[in-house]
């Protein structure tokens, strides 16, 4: 039998403060407004869905990389795919180049191939069932988007879509290109 | 239940403050990743769960460390203490990681290792794994010990557990556009029963996987065959004899054509059979490191989710096609799928039951094989000048989720018993004398009738039809709109069928329909939802959200969830709040007339829920939400949980990237 009870938070106080120490230590190790480290990308090995490997230092080693974490289930990764082969299309000749790491388990993992080619989509698509690459990059929140420079410097963290950020994932893709971010209107 | 060790926590984490400024200094990569959540409840739900995931990266070296402070978690173990950690050198040929290791090999037949916090299931092993690469071979072993924990009768706390020692080979062959692997895994497993002391157990699975792509499509077949053996004498049994054997199969053939793809899998997993639910006391069938496709659409509607079926690894095999397409910049998917158990039950009577396999390779229709059909179909895209996003999807399913009787044979009635007598002549021989005797003895016999078909059947079944619709419109000014609505019919019932009714263990007969007439057959169905009115033959929901986004910034999202009828022992929404009564346009409440524990009638099966988001930076995001959810199934990997409802509360999360 449920007993009636106001909502009360000061029971779980110590709990709460405990987090926010737990939170302000894992900033500390943070400098600079945002918490996105410029370091260099790890070199992980990628099993790409036409079956060959590659790394993500070789895929950066020519142009900047978004990366982007995703599963055939995941309403807010499909509404952003169609935005982020856009931009791989639009700025191949920049060398940049868009992977799009897929997550999905065994449950959903014969699908995979299926939905790109239904969608003709041309990025580059990653295969990580195990979620390996994943925790590594912190990528377990979909979609999350990562950008890294010709060097492989991560510059750009971002979670989640929802619509008309789309507008500043390519402003970010022409802050890393070098290009003004009216070039595209004007040309 | 786990102590909390604060000194040992003081100890690690000061390790892992001085080891982090040390990686800082020597500007060692890092990434890191803080997700923080905290919910407070009218019905107890309380947590507070805190996660710091930190990856190190330095050279051919790469360190994780997960640090937890939960009290409590969401679902699980009051914990204070690093939680997971892992250490791996990789080098051209080699890589070996030591600490907590998550496998994946093949589709999971033999090994398929994660981390699911949701559903609290983690059958990682921590231990060492070695692999070495010599193209186009690679070698693999994993060798080391895993604590899995599985929730009992509790919602929130994990109340099974099963402790592996277990050591796994896999030898791959990586060519191109083929690839070919041989997999043993073998694990000796202290199983943990509902009642007793725990049971000694050693599995040995061999398995095999061939895949290729090509342009137009692509293959794979995945094999296993397990043999698991008692370790010591249990219940008087032969040590090391076999006590189940068993074999998975699964294969899955995508074709594509242009800008079609059609997906088809076939499973057919048998490593262990009873005519219910397997319980934590059958053990010796599959383990909990096999974790296979489940042959179902994985939906993302919430009143689809709640329907899902309850897959089972250990006996049922299916079929599932599904096809993705795009017509005019519309995106198009159609999905079928079939599942049943390998095998039809019988009930010789109420407790005795024998099976028959299915003869052939596909699911079964009969309902003695619990079969599982679902259908969906959805249309997704953008249209008004690629303004507004629309997805608008059709489900329908229909399971057979108990078979409780099935009994169809013979019997007979005793018509009379036979009372006469019957002679019986003596004779003696005395002294050369003969002398004769007769004697009549009562005959006490059984007169029966002639045998009689009877036929009773018994099964629970459901059925639902889910339209799920989801609308957005974006504004120039970076501002989107959202509606979303679910809709959906249920039915539930408990079907009976046949002549006879019920077995009379009095009597020891069955009880026949029409005691006139044999041959007269019935067929009832038992609704098994019900409002306060008396039984509901279908449970009716809707499921509404409306939401308004700034991008990059802001969301704020109003569900509102209800619900027409509830099933035996589900909760209603206990508590009115004062969200509910605003969306209502409840004036009582605000004037005082309403209390907030005396629900109106007409909101006791409304849950309505507001969430805020607020994005800080591009990689840190926090959210509250207030209100009520309503609890229910959630399944995900195959593993479903039942949530507990969360009334009047709030839930605060923070999550970080970095």
Redesign the interface.
């Known amino acids: 039998m449920i007993k009636a009870r106001p909502l009360s938070f000061s029971s779980h106080f110590g709990s709460i403060v405990r987090s926010y120490i737990f939170l302000i230590i894992a900033f500390n190790f943070i400098n600079g407004k945002d918490i996105v480290s410029e370091s260099i990308i790890p070199d992980l090995k990628v099993k790409l869905l036409n079956g060959s490997t590659t790394t993500l230092h070789k895929l950066s080693q020519d142009g900047p990389l978004l990366i982007d974490f995703w599963a055939t289930w995941c309403v807010p990764c499909k509404k952003v795919m169609k935005y982020l082969n856009q931009y791989h299309e639009e700025y191949a000749n920049d060398n940049f180049k868009v992977l799009m790491i897929n997550t999905d388990t065994p449950r959903s993992l014969g699908k995979v191939r299926g939905f790109i080619k239904s969608q003709n989509y041309s990025f580059n698509v990653g295969m990580d069932p195990n979620k390996v690459l994943s925790k590594k990059l912190n990528g377990m929140i979909m979609p999350t988007l990562i950008l890294v420079d010709k060097g492989g410097v991560i510059k750009w963290r971002h979670q989640g879509y929802v619509a008309g950020e789309e507008v500043e994932i390519e402003e970010q893709i022409k802050q890393v290109l070098g290009k003004s971010i009216n070039e595209k209107n004007k040309g | 239940m786990r102590k909390i060790r604060d000194r040992a926590t003081c100890y690690t984490f000061g390790t892992f ?1 001085i080891s ?1 400024s040390i990686i ?1 200094a020597n ?1 060692i ?6 997700n ?1 959540s ?1 919910g ?5 739900y ?1 947590f ?1 769960e ?1 996660l ?2 930190l ?1 190190f ?1 330095y050279n051919d070296v ?1 360190g ?1 460390v997960q640090y937890e ?1 939960s ?1 409590p978690p969401d679902i699980g173990f009051t914990t204070n203490d690093i939680r997971k950690f892992r250490l791996e050198y990789v080098a051209d040929d080699f890589l070996i990681k030591l600490g907590d290791i ?3 090999w093949g ?2 037949l033999v090994l ?3 981390d699911d916090q949701v559903t609290h299931f983690d059958n990682g092993t921590r231990g060492l794994y070695l692999e070495y690469n010599k193209y186009p071979f690679s070698f693999s072993h994993l060798n080391g010990n895993s604590d899995i924990w599985m929730l009992g009768g509790g919602a929130r706390i994990p109340e099974n557990n099963n402790i592996h020692n277990m050591s796994a080979n896999r030898i791959n062959y ?1 060519f ?2 083929l ?1 070919l692997g041989f997999t043993q895994l073998e694990t000796n497993e202290k199983h943990s029963l509902n009642s007793g002391p725990p049971v000694d157990i050693n599995h040995n699975i061999l398995g095999s996987y061939i895949s290729w ?1 090509g342009n137009f499509s ?1 293959i ?1 077949l995945e094999y296993a065959d397990k043999v698991s053996t008692m370790s010591v004498s249990n219940f008087g049994g032969i040590p090391n004899d076999t006590l189940k054997r068993g074999y998975g199969y699964y294969q ?1 053939i ?1 074709i ?1 054509l242009g ?5 088809t ?1 076939y499973k057919r997993y048998s490593f262990d059979r009873l005519y219910g639910d397997l319980t934590a006391n059958e053990y010796g069938n599959k383990i909990e490191y096999q ?4 042959l ?1 659409k ?3 509607s919430t009143l689809l989710g709640r329907v899902s079926h309850t897959y089972s690894f250990n006996d049922e095999r299916g079929i599932q096609f ?1 096809l ?3 017509i005019m910049n519309m ?1 198009i998917s159609m999905q079928y799928a079939h599942l049943s158990r390998n095998e039809k039950w019988r009930s010789n009577s109420e407790n005795d039951w024998s099976h028959s396999i299915i003869d052939n390779y596909l699911p079964s229709s009969d309902f003695s094989a619990l079969p599982y059909w679902e259908n969906y179909n959805e249309i ?1 895209g ?1 249209t008004l000048n690629e303004r507004l ?1 629309f ?1 608008i999807g059709h489900g329908i399913n229909r399971e057979i989720i108990k078979n409780l009787r099935n009994f169809v044979g013979y019997q007979r009635d005793l018509s009379s018993i036979d009372t006469s007598y019957i002679e019986v002549y003596d004779s003696l021989e005395w002294d050369g004398t003969w002398y004769f005797d007769t004697t009549f003895i009562p005959l006490y016999d059984s007169i029966f009738t002639n045998e009689y078909n009877v036929e009773s059947k018994l099964w629970q079944e459901a059925e639902s039809f889910t339209i799920p619709v ?1 609308l ?1 419109y ?1 504004l120039k000014s ?3 709109i ?1 509606i979303g609505y679910q809709y959906q019919e249920r039915k539930k019932f408990n079907r009976l069928k046949g002549n006879a009714t019920n077995y009379d263990y009095g009597k020891s007969k069955w009880t026949m329909y029409n005691p006139d007439d044999y041959s007269q057959t019935f067929s009832t169905k038992t609704t098994q939802f019900a409002t306060e009115n008396g039984p509901a033959h279908k449970q009716f929901n809707r499921l509404i959200s409306f939401s308004l ?4 910034k802001w ?1 704020l999202t109003i569900t509102h969830d209800a619900t027409s009828a509830f099933e035996s022992g589900q909760l209603k929404d ?2 009115y709040n004062p969200l509910e009564a605003l969306i209502y346009g409840d004036i009582k409440y605000f004037i005082g007339k309403r209390k ?2 005396n629900s109106p009638k007409w909101a006791q099966n409304r849950w309505v829920s507001a969430e805020f ?1 607020y ?1 800080i ?5 926090v959210s509250i939400m207030y209100g009520s959810i309503q609890g229910g199934l959630f399944c995900s ?2 593993i479903c949980r039942i949530i507990p409802p969360f009334n ?3 839930k605060v999360s ?5």
């Open positions: 403050l982090s800082i500007d990569g890092f990434s890191g990743a803080v923080a905290y407070n409840s009218y019905d107890f309380n507070s805190n710091l995931d990856n990266f790469q994780w402070y009290n998550y496998q994946f589709r999971g398929n290792q994660f990586d191109s556009t690839a792509a692509d794979f899955n995508n594509y800008n079609w793809g059609l997906t899998e974790q296979m496709p489940t179902a994985e939906h993302n599904e993705n397409g795009s995106a997704s953008y996003y997805k989801e957005n974006f970076g501002y989107s959202g986004s700034k991008a990059s969301s206990p508590y907030n524990t988001a994005n930076t591009s990689s840190q995001r990997n195959g009047d509360g709030v923070y999550n970080a990237s970095f």
